[in-house]
Each structure stands twice: as structure tokens, then as C-alpha cells.
């Protein structure tokens, strides 16, 4: 039976085995575990020595099973049918005398020591591990068990792992020489078995390894989401991982680190880590769009995707790496180095991925109704500043991802000013010819107000914006100055820069728009509706500003009593024109009445004139059009206040010099209260009257 | 306000030389010569590479598609853009910019450029799962390096080489399936657990990939192919004006993506070789007309051997393939304690592993930050060249 070849085995092994051959005589089972393990290896080309080492590994195999039964006292737990009857005790002892043997080697220095004496133990040892992993691997590939389902045998298998290790280490091959060759090459082939079954179940934890909570959680965030303002401060949020199989995983993780086979834990943990993530990712369901696609896409269908990275964004920098850091410092504990890198290169790609989207954004086609998702992006990307700081460390991987964060955020900033450059641009290029009928506000009044009302609701974040942006101008400046010659002076001006930029930006675009709005009115021939038309889009923009504390508060006082008073000056200018002619016709002035004597012809033409005047401005006007209503009806209580008074005296003074009757009547076309009611019908933009427009 | 009709002033004020603004009505001589001088500039820098190549018997730093040989492309490709610019933007009047053929070929450009970022973005995720084989190959390397050499550190060394194997995309017997490197990558979302003996020995390799940067249906050739499509050198008087520089700069951006695709793992690359072509008889572009041949004539040979299912041309993964290959022979069948010829030799092709492994470690994070560096400054002059547009379209252009 012992075909051991002389030369190689050595002695005290030979002798050895010959005496356990001869307490044990039996043969092995031809389906011992160690008989299979050894075929596999042997590879289809057995040479003399590894026939040698199958049979060597079935004696010592056998031979180790026996002393094991000799010691027996419990009925096996574990009966299979190979019969690897390992009770606690003689378990127990056999590792007694491993760790005697380790801490012998721990303080034996000497080199030339033989093993000779501990080849027994060592052998016993190594079958019984050997038959643990044997076994376990059996089980788990017929399906009968896996890590965690047994944690008697798991502990007792890590237990047998940690002396592998620690022999593996301690046998230095080059300090035995020759002769302990052929054992430690054994313990090394059982370490790698050992450690390629962790590797196995550390995957298969992994593989199961879900967070507990995530539906939960992912119903919970939907729900705070429509309320609006969640900003990601909610500790409680981070996912749970089932505390057993972190256990598991942390003993793991750790026998294969201190096995000497940390990049192998790593790796496996990587891989499989990085599926889970994804499929939490997915179930948000951001998925990555190519930079090409994005400026492709219609805005509608972007808006939407830019509200899910919003929301993946906030769970994977939010929840989900909080707790992926969590499950990492748990499973690998005590080594900081090893779970920083782990974390850093779990969360790279997918935060380089999120990142590349802001990008696309950001360079997407700028136009104004964009901004507000680009804000809702930045804010965002700001939100997760303090999280990413507190996640990340001082690693030197963590500050590419820091930086990346930095440089996204400021693009998307940057975007963010050039919509209101675009915005300015949009009221400096149009110079189109036609006007408003009717003086009414013009489109681009409301369109501008209600945008600095919607824009003012971001006010916070635009001033960030501004202010971020006038920093990295003025940092830039240099380089750019060299560059680009001076095409960027326009943000650099250092007055401004104590003051609000937003306040500033939003000042600038006013007095735009109130130029445009000078320019647009020249276009009327007739002035008084030139007024009419600059009342009643100053009266606009002054409501709109009043009615928001934010534009109110950044236009500030000032402001607003210079408009007051240009409206005043308007609504002057408007009386002027329009009545001062009218009221002429009514002046008691030489004319029309000579040396106290009525000139009854001049009164009759006074009398014509002012109906047709009067005729012909009710006519016009009443299809111009003021909206708001507290104006309108000021402007006729102001023209009711100038007209019918002096219609009313003239009317006393002068109406009796006709005769009555048919002269009367042809002249005195109105009575007062007649009047008060055609003023009444003024600037109601009456559409019978439209096309009457001068 | 326009000097003068002619196109061709259109063409750089700003000596790149001398790098500084020249009067507004530079002349036509002038702007000729820096065009030369651009032209001149690329055709030096893609020689230089060429002939990096050349002098590898003397043991160049940078072998052809090394990771340092594809970092020092990126440097070409940067200078080149950053002359490129000065060319264009520097100092011009931007209402130049918006006319004929410019208002067509730089949107043009700026289109490419988008594509271009997808191209850096799938590779930075190809650098990824580089690192990955790096990981596997260190793994092999460490357990090579333990002498003496014992059974249990050879079957380590196997395990790791077998996921490296299938991470290159290379099929071995367990997984034969592959057909393509692309499949191979993203291959074993859900490893099949659940046992099995093929679950068993399932290797490290098979990692997926979660995403490439770009979606599932990103195709890498189809990009190269979008981006050169519409690529046509301009004729007559444009062939020395503005559009010249800016056709230059659009053949580069397309070669050097190219390049970057034929030499890092990125998805979908069947048939990269015949994608793009350098145009001929132009003076600038012989190098890089020589180092396309070359290439693509690399790509051939791995696409044939291979029936098209290999990670990437890099100089060191190809290493890895060569020197793991064997060094899995050899740990397959070794036995304790095997013979010393055969040690030996797996000793030296462990310690060329060890190498390569190091010259990734090295490399692979800087040529990283590179990729990103080259993927923000296009970003950062798409910007630029857009903001002129923009300045050109106002019609009230405040003459600078």
C-alpha cells in the first residue's frame, strides 16, 4: 500500500505512516472525499508521484478519520455517509495540538528544527480540514447547504481555516529544506482549497446580500418627494442589511484577509457589490443616456429624465452609499485602507456616470425655460456636498470625485448665467417694428416679469450661482485675458462685486426690458398712446414687482419711487396730450367772446369742434386698452376731473347764447352726464373700435 | 467689420508662435503661415509617435499602444486642440466666425465633439475593467512568486489567470459562449448561483461591467463611423481659409477616438478597422495615415485570430494575454515540486507579468485623470467656439 518513493519521502514521514498503516489497516472508501479531490487535481495525467500522493492522501486520510473515531464519545450531529465523525472534542484537541505547534513555531527561531515530530498532528490536522471543505463543498453542490445554514459547521471550518492560514505563513518552505517539502506543499494546496470555498460563499452571501428595506424605502422617498422640499438629511433612510449575513461576511472577509487573500476577497466583493447597486439604481430608474442622445432629445422627455437623476442622485449619494459604506466597514473591519478603497471604487464610476449627465446638460442648447431644471440640478449636486465631504475622506482617489463634483456643479452654474446673457440677448435683438395695438402690455413684459417672479423663487441659489461664477471669472481672468483678448470683461467689473450679483443680474435685465419697452413706444405715431402703452407696462411691472417680496426686496425702494413717479409723469403727458386741445375749445378766451360780447359764430365752431374732438377720442380710445382695472378707472376719474367741469361751466355760460330748440340741439351734442359715460367707455379696447387705431 | 472679403483672412491673426494678438487687419501671409505652422505642428508630433514605435529596439518607454505610448497621444491630441483654438478663436472678430463654409462645418465640429465625449467616457469605464485584469494578474503574480512554488499557490495562480483569461474576452472551456469580447465583459450579472461545479471555479473574471458610461445599445464603431461620415476636406479658396484648421482638427479628434477605441476595451467595436480613414496626400496627415494602417492592421490580425472577441489592443494587455496564456499552462499541470526548467521559465514570464501589472499600476490611474482631462477640455472649448457663435449671431456684435 505505501508506494511512497523513497528518495522523496522522508524518513520520519515513512515511519510515520507506516505506523499509522499498521493501527489502521482498512482501505480507503474509493468515494472518500480525499480520493475525489485528489482526482481532480491529478488531471487526467497521473505521474508516479501524484498516484503516490493519491494514495498517500487516502492513508493519511484514513488514518487521521480513525483517530478521530478513537477519541469519538458523541454521536455525531453530522452523520454522512463518509462518515467524518468530528466531535467537538477530538475536534477540539486537534486543534489544541495545531495551535501548541503554532505557538511552538512562534517562538522557535532556530532554522534547522525538523517538523518530524509535529508531522503527525499536522497530518491529522490537514485530513481533517480537508474533509470539512470536502464535504461542505459536497453539500453545498448538492444543494443541501450553505454558509450560514450550519453555524456549528461554519465556525468549526473558519476555526480549521485560521490554522491553515497560520501554518501556511509559519512554514516557510525555504527554513525546513527538503524533507518538509511535500507537507507544506499539502498545507498550501488545503489553504487554497480552504480559501477558494470562502471565496465561494463570501459570493454566494453577496449574491443574497439585499438591503431589507429597500422597498420600503423606496416608497418612503417617493411619498416625501411630492411634498417638495426633502433636502437628504434623513439619517434614518440608509438601507439595512440583514445583520446575520453581515456577520458571516465580516468572518469571511476576515479569515481570507489574514489567509493572505485580500484581492481575491475584494475583487469577489467588487463584482458582486456593484450589481447590487446597479439594480438598486435601475429600480429608479436613471438610466445612463449617451452625451450624444441628450442634445438629440426633446426637452419634455429630458425634463423627465433630469427629475429622475435628481431623485437618483439624491438616493445613491443620499441612502445608498451611506449604507454601502456602512455594510463595507462592517464586513471589513479593522482595515480602513482596504474599505476606502472598496468604497472609492464602488461609487467612482456610478457618481462619474451621474456627473456625465449634468455635463451633457449643461452643454445642452441653452434657452430660458431650461433654467429652472438647471437649478433644480445644481441644487442638487450642492445638496450632496456635505454627504460626499463626510463620506469621502482624505483619499486620494475620493478627491477625483470631489473635484468632478466641483467642476460639474460649476458648469451647470455656468450654463445658468449664459441663459441670462441668452435672456438679455433676446430683448437686445428684437427689433421688430410692430407695436401692441391698443397700448397693452406688450408679450415680452409678461414674459419677462413672470420669469424674474419664477426665477426669484430660486433666489438663494442664484446668487450662489453669481457669486460662484464671479469668482471663477476672476480667477480665470488672467488666462483669459491672454486668451481670448477682452470678450469676457463683461462679468469681471470689480465695483460690482461686493453687491448681489443676482440683485445686479436682475437690475440689468429690467433696465433692458424698460428700454425696449422706450423704444417700443416710439413706434406709436400717436403719443398719447405712446403714454398709455408705458403706463400700462410700467403699472405691470410695478404690480408684479410689489407682488413679489423677492424681486420687491432686490429692486428695493429706490426703484420703485422712481417708476411710481415715471408713471405719474405718463399719465401727465397722456392729459396733455390728449385734452389740453379739447379743453381749448372750452376757454372762455378773446375769440369768443369780444368786449363781453359772445361771438355766437365762434361758439358755434367751439361747440363743433369740441363734439368732434370729444366724438373722435372717445372713438379712438375706447379701443385702446388699459387692464388693470385700478388704472383704467384712474384715468378716467382724472379725465372726468379736467373735462366735465369746464364742459359744465361752458355749457352754463354759453348755452343760453343759442337759441333753443333746433340751434341747441344741433350744437350742445352732449350734456355733462352724457359725458361722464362716454369717459366711462374709454380704454376698454372695444373691438368695433379696433383698426380705428392711429 | 470685416477687412476685407477675402475668405481667406479669416484665418489665424494670432501667430501660435508668438502667441499674441495681432492687429486686426493681419494680413493674408500671415495667416497662411500659421496655418503651415499648424499643420507642420501635427504632422511633427503624430511622427513622433510613429517613431516612438520604431525605436522600441532600444527599449523605448513607450511601445506602440503602450498605456504610455496612448498617454502621450492624449498630450498630442491636447496641444493639438490648444493650437487649434488659438487658430480659430484667438483675437478674431467673432462675426467672421458665422460665415460660409463656417456657419456649416463648426457645428459641425461641435457635433463630433459630443461624440467625441461619449468615445471618453466608454473608455474611461474600458480603463476600469483594465484594472480589473490588473487585479486578477496580481493575484497571479503573487502566488507565482512564493517559492518554492507549491500545488496550492499554482491553482491560485490558475484561478485568477482563468478570470483573467475570460475577462480578455479570451474563451476557454468553461466559457465557450462568448462569442464576442463585449458579451464576455457583461457577461454573469446573476453568477448562477445555487452550486454546480461550473459555479464552482466561476473565476473572478467574469465580472460585469454594470454599465459602460453610455447605454446598452452605444455602439463605439457606430460613433466613429457618425463622426467621420459627414467629413469632407475642403476645396478651392476654403481649403485655405478657417475651414482647413477646423477639417484638421476634425480628423484628429476622429483618429485619436479611434485610436483610444482600438486600444482600450469599449463596447460594441466590431469591424473598428475599415470605420474611418486618414484622407490621403495631405502632407500633415502621412503619420497619422501611417499609424492608422498600422492599427487597423493590428485590429485585423486580433479580429481574425479571434473572430473579433479581444479586449483592446493595449500594449500590456496584449502582454498579459501572451505571458497568462502560458503561465496558465504551466500552473494547469504543475506538480510539487515540479521541474526546474520549467520554473524557471514561468519564474521569468511571472516577473514580465509582474511588469506589466506594475506598468498599469503606474499608468492606468494617470492615463484615467488624461482621459478626463481630454473629455473636459472639449467640453470647455465646445463652450468657447459655441459662445463665439453666439456673440457672431447677435446682430448689434459689438466690433472688438
Redesign the interface.
Known amino acids: 500500500m505505501d508506494k511512497a518513493p523513497p528518495e522523496k519521502s522522508s524518513s520520519f514521514a515513512h515511519k510515520d505512516r507506516e505506523a499509522w498503516e499498521e493501527s489502521n489497516p482498512s482501505a480507503a472508501p474509493p468515494d472518500s472525499p480525499a480520493a475525489v479531490e485528489a482526482k481532480v487535481e491529478g488531471d487526467g495525467t497521473p505521474s508516479v508521484n501524484n498516484v503516490d500522493k493519491i494514495e498517500e492522501e487516502k492513508e493519511e486520510k484514513e488514518e487521521g478519520k480513525e483517530a478521530e473515531e478513537s477519541v469519538e464519545a458523541n454521536p455525531p450531529e453530522d452523520a454522512t455517509p463518509k462518515g467524518d465523525d468530528d466531535a467537538p472534542h477530538s475536534f477540539d484537541k486537534i486543534l489544541e495540538d495545531i495551535d501548541n505547534f503554532l505557538s511552538y513555531l512562534a517562538v522557535e527561531t532556530e532554522t534547522n528544527t525538523s517538523l518530524e515530530v509535529h508531522e503527525l498532528s499536522i497530518h491529522r490536522f490537514l485530513d481533517l480540514v480537508q474533509e470539512k471543505v470536502s464535504n461542505y463543498i459536497a453539500d453545498v453542490e448538492e444543494g443541501k447547504s450553505r454558509w450560514g445554514q450550519h453555524p456549528d459547521d461554519d465556525s468549526s471550518i473558519l476555526q480549521a481555516v485560521a490554522r491553515v492560514s497560520k501554518l501556511n505563513a509559519s512554514l516557510d518552505g525555504s527554513k525546513w529544506g527538503e524533507s518538509s517539502g511535500l507537507l507544506i506543499n499539502r498545507v498550501g494546496r488545503i489553504h487554497q482549497q480552504a480559501m477558494a470555498l470562502l471565496e465561494d460563499e463570501f459570493r454566494a452571501l453577496l449574491e443574497d446580500c439585499k438591503p431589507v428595506n429597500v422597498d420600503n424605502n423606496g416608497d418612503e422617498n417617493k411619498d416625501t418627494k411630492q411634498e417638495g422640499d426633502d433636502h437628504v438629511e434623513d439619517g434614518d433612510k440608509s438601507l439595512d442589511y440583514p445583520q446575520d449575513a453581515v456577520s458571516h461576511l465580516n468572518k469571511i472577509a476576515k479569515e481570507m484577509i489574514s489567509g493572505g487573500y485580500e484581492t481575491e476577497c475584494c475583487q469577489v466583493f467588487i463584482l458582486m457589490r456593484r450589481n447590487t447597486i446597479d439594480e438598486l439604481l435601475s429600480k429608479i430608474g436613471f438610466d445612463g443616456i449617451s452625451m450624444d442622445d441628450v442634445q438629440k432629445m426633446h426637452w419634455e422627455s429630458l425634463q423627465r429624465e433630469i427629475t429622475k437623476w435628481v431623485e437618483t442622485l439624491k438616493q445613491s449619494v443620499g441612502v445608498y452609499f451611506p449604507s454601502e459604506l456602512k455594510l463595507i466597514e462592517s464586513v471589513f473591519t479593522g482595515c480602513p485602507d482596504t474599505s476606502a478603497y472598496l468604497f472609492c471604487n464602488l461609487t467612482r464610476s456610478i457618481m462619474i456616470q451621474m456627473l456625465n449627465f449634468a455635463e451633457s446638460i449643461a452643454i445642452s442648447k441653452r434657452s430660458p425655460e431650461k433654467l429652472f431644471k438647471f437649478l433644480d440640478m445644481y441644487e442638487a449636486l450642492r445638496d450632496m456636498d456635505p454627504i460626499i465631504n463626510g463620506l469621502f475622506g482624505e483619499d486620494k482617489g475620493h478627491e477625483f470625485v470631489k473635484s468632478e463634483l466641483v467642476t460639474a456643479r460649476s458648469r451647470l452654474g455656468e450654463a445658468t448665467v449664459s441663459i441670462f446673457c441668452d435672456l438679455e440677448n433676446s430683448i437686445r435683438s428684437d427689433t421688430a417694428k410692430n407695436v401692441v395695438p391698443g397700448g397693452a402690455i406688450h408679450p415680452l413684459t409678461r414674459y419677462i416679469m413672470n420669469y424674474l417672479e419664477l426665477t426669484c423663487e430660486y433666489k438663494d441659489t442664484l446668487e450662489q450661482v453669481f457669486r460662484d461664477h464671479l469668482k471663477i471669472e476672476r480667477a480665470d481672468s488672467n488666462n483669459r485675458a491672454e486668451f481670448q483678448g477682452d470678450n469676457s470683461a463683461q462679468y469681471q467689473d470689480p465695483n460690482e462685486a461686493e453687491k448681489s450679483q443676482f440683485s445686479l443680474q436682475i437690475a440689468k435685465v429690467m433696465d433692458l426690458l424698460d428700454s425696449y419697452l422706450e423704444k417700443k413706444a416710439k413706434l406709436y405715431k400717436d403719443i398719447s398712446l405712446s403714454s398709455i402703452f408705458m403706463m400700462n407696462n410700467g403699472r405691470y411691472i410695478l404690480q408684479k414687482v410689489k407682488g413679489s417680496p423677492q424681486i420687491n426686496e432686490l429692486m428695493g425702494d429706490q426703484w420703485r419711487r422712481k417708476k411710481s413717479s415715471d408713471l405719474r409723469q405718463c399719465h401727465k403727458n397722456y392729459q396733455r396730450e390728449t385734452w389740453n386741445k379739447v379743453l381749448g375749445c372750452l376757454r372762455d378766451d378773446h375769440g369768443l367772446t369780444v368786449n363781453g360780447k359772445v361771438m355766437k359764430p365762434e361758439l358755434k365752431e367751439r361747440f363743433k369742434n369740441f363734439n368732434a374732438m370729444f366724438d373722435e377720442i372717445h372713438k379712438t380710445q375706447s379701443s385702446w386698452v388699459v387692464c388693470d382695472e385700478q388704472l383704467q378707472s384712474e384715468l378716467r376719474v382724472s379725465i372726468s376731473a379736467v373735462v366735465i367741469p369746464a364742459y359744465r361751466s361752458f355749457l352754463g355760460r354759453f348755452a343760453q347764447t343759442l337759441t333753443p330748440g333746433r340751434q341747441s340741439e344741433k350744437y350742445i351734442k352732449y350734456q355733462s352726464d352724457d359725458l361722464e359715460t362716454l369717459i366711462d367707455e374709454l380704454f376698454d379696447g372695444n373691438p368695433a373700435m379696433t383698426g380705428k387705431r392711429k | 467689420m470685416p477687412a476685407t472679403e477675402y475668405q481667406g483672412s479669416f484665418l489665424g491673426r494670432i501667430s501660435i508662435r508668438r502667441n499674441q ?1 495681432v492687429s486686426m487687419d493681419g494680413n493674408h501671409e500671415q495667416e497662411l503661415e500659421d496655418l503651415e505652422i499648424f499643420q507642420k505642428n501635427i504632422s511633427d508630433r503624430f511622427s513622433d509617435l510613429l517613431s516612438d514605435d520604431s525605436s522600441s529596439s532600444s527599449s523605448s518607454s513607450e511601445p506602440f499602444l503602450s498605456i504610455a505610448w496612448v498617454r502621450k497621444l492624449l498630450d498630442v491630441y491636447l496641444c493639438c486642440e490648444a493650437e487649434f483654438k ?1 487658430v480659430l ?3 478674431r472678430d467673432p462675426s467672421l466666425i458665422s460665415k460660409p463654409p463656417l456657419d456649416r462645418v463648426l457645428p459641425e465640429l461641435l ?1 463630433r465633439s ?2 467625441a ?2 468615445i471618453c ?1 466608454a473608455v ?2 474600458g480603463v ?1 475593467s483594465v484594472r ?1 485584469c490588473q ?2 494578474a ?2 497571479a503574480v ?1 502566488a507565482l512568486e ?3 512554488l ?4 499554482a ?2 495562480a490558475k ?2 489567470l482563468a478570470g483573467l483569461m475570460t475577462a480578455l474576452g479570451i474563451d476557454d472551456k468553461d466559457s465557450g459562449s462568448h462569442k464576442s469580447t463585449e458579451r464576455a465583459w457583461s457577461f454573469g ?3 448562477g ?5 461550473a ?2 471555479d ?1 473565476g ?1 473574471g467574469q ?2 461591467a ?2 459602460w ?3 446598452k445599445n ?1 455602439s463605439a464603431a457606430k ?1 466613429i463611423q457618425s463622426m467621420s461620415s459627414n467629413l469632407v476636406a475642403p476645396r478651392g479658396a476654403d481649403s485655405t481659409g478657417l475651414a482647413m484648421p477646423v477639417y484638421i482638427m476634425s480628423i484628429v479628434t476622429v483618429f485619436v477616438m479611434w485610436a483610444l477605441m482600438a486600444a482600450i476595451p469599449c463596447q460594441e467595436r466590431s469591424g473598428l478597422a475599415s470605420h474611418f480613414q486618414v484622407p490621403r496626400q495631405l502632407g500633415w496627415a502621412q503619420a497619422m495615415m501611417s499609424l492608422h494602417e498600422k492599427i487597423g492592421e493590428e485590429w485585423k490580425k486580433k479580429e481574425k485570430k479571434g473572430s473579433g472577441s479581444f479586449v483592446g489592443l493595449l500594449e500590456e494587455m496584449q502582454r498579459m494575454e501572451k505571458v497568462g496564456h502560458s503561465l496558465m499552462d504551466f500552473a ?2 504543475f ?3 515540479g521541474e526546474a526548467e520549467r520554473l524557471e521559465e514561468a519564474a521569468a514570464q511571472a516577473a514580465e507579468l509582474a511588469e506589466t501589472c506594475r506598468r498599469m499600476e503606474e499608468g492606468l490611474v494617470p492615463l484615467q ?1 488624461q482621459i ?1 482631462e481630454v473629455f ?1 477640455r472639449i ?1 470647455r472649448s ?3 467656439v459655441l ?1 463665439v457663435l ?2 457672431a449671431g ?3 456684435a459689438p466690433s ?1
Open positions: 494678438v488659438a478663436i484667438m483675437g457635433d459630443v461624440k465625449l461619449d467616457n474611461m469605464h476600469d480589473q487585479k486578477l496580481e493575484i503573487a512564493q517559492r518554492p507549491g500545488e496550492g499557490q491553482r491560485r484561478k485568477a450579472r446573476r453568477g448561483c445555487g452550486g454546480g461545479s459555479a464552482k466561476r473572478l465580472f460585469r454594470p454599465s458610461g453610455v447605454p452605444w460613433q494547469d499541470g506538480q510539487y515540486p485623470q478626463r473636459h467640453v465646445r463652450t468657447e459662445d453666439d456673440q447677435k446682430p448689434s472688438v
